[in-house]
Structure formats: structure tokens, C-alpha cells
């Protein structure tokens, strides 16, 4: 059974850091991406970054050049490192594998979630 374990969120003023880390257990095939979402109260949850397999990296663009996600594939670990954080950042984010199976089936797990507050 593959589990993801968050670590990483808080409270944090306008304009300051926070990195989160993921660490992905259990058996997987392969994993095809791994990532970043999040969900603020009242609003869908959303993608943030994600890396594939091959390292091509995606981000929203209400990030770009301020977040910047990284993998290690030997450890199945995804971090995102959050710079000139802002109050919009503020939400519960989830860390997101896609990864086929034995079968080669394609799954998504999600972590449990950590809450980032960029409050002043």
C-alpha cells in the first residue's frame, strides 16, 4: 500500500519561506509524476508543481518564480520550496504521486495534507 507523508507547513509572514517535503512508501512500478496541490477554503483543489519521471516540472502560473519543486527519484521524495510567499498561498496542500502498479495500471495517491497560513 503506497502512503504519502507530508511534512513541512505553517504559519509564515507575507513575503517569507517555507519548504514542503513528501516522502512516498510502498510499492510502486513506476512512478509517472509526483506533485503539488492545493485547496483554499471555499475554492477546488488545484495544481501548484509537478515533475515527471523525466524531470520536465510544471507550475501554476500564480507561482512561477517563486515556488520550485524537486525530486529525488532514489528515495521517492518531492519537495516544494516556497519563496515571497503571499496571503493568496494560504491553503491545505496535498502531495500527489501518479505511479503504475504491478499490473501497470495507473493510481493517485494523495497525502494527508499540511496547511500553509501566510498571514501577517
Known amino acids: 500500500q503506497v502512503q504519502l507523508v507530508e511534512s513541512g507547513g505553517g504559519l509564515v509572514q507575507p513575503g517569507g519561506s517555507l519548504r514542503l517535503s513528501c516522502a512516498a512508501s510502498?510499492?510502486?512500478?513506476?512512478?509517472?509524476?509526483m506533485g503539488w496541490y492545493r485547496q483554499a477554503p471555499g475554492k477546488q483543489r488545484e495544481l501548484v508543481a509537478s515533475i515527471t519521471g523525466g524531470g520536465s516540472s510544471n507550475y501554476a502560473d500564480s507561482v512561477k518564480d517563486r515556488f520550485t519543486i524537486s525530486r529525488d527519484i532514489t528515495k521517492n521524495t518531492v519537495d516544494l520550496q516556497m519563496n515571497s510567499l503571499k496571503p493568496e498561498d494560504t491553503a491545505v496542500y496535498y502531495c500527489?504521486?501518479?505511479?503504475?502498479?504491478?499490473?501497470?495500471?495507473?493510481?493517485?495517491?494523495w497525502g494527508q495534507g499540511t496547511q500553509v497560513t501566510v498571514s501577517s
Open positions: 510502498g510499492y510502486m512500478f513506476s512512478v509517472m509524476a
Open positions: 500527489h504521486v501518479n505511479a503504475r502498479d504491478r499490473r501497470l495500471s495507473r493510481n493517485d495517491y
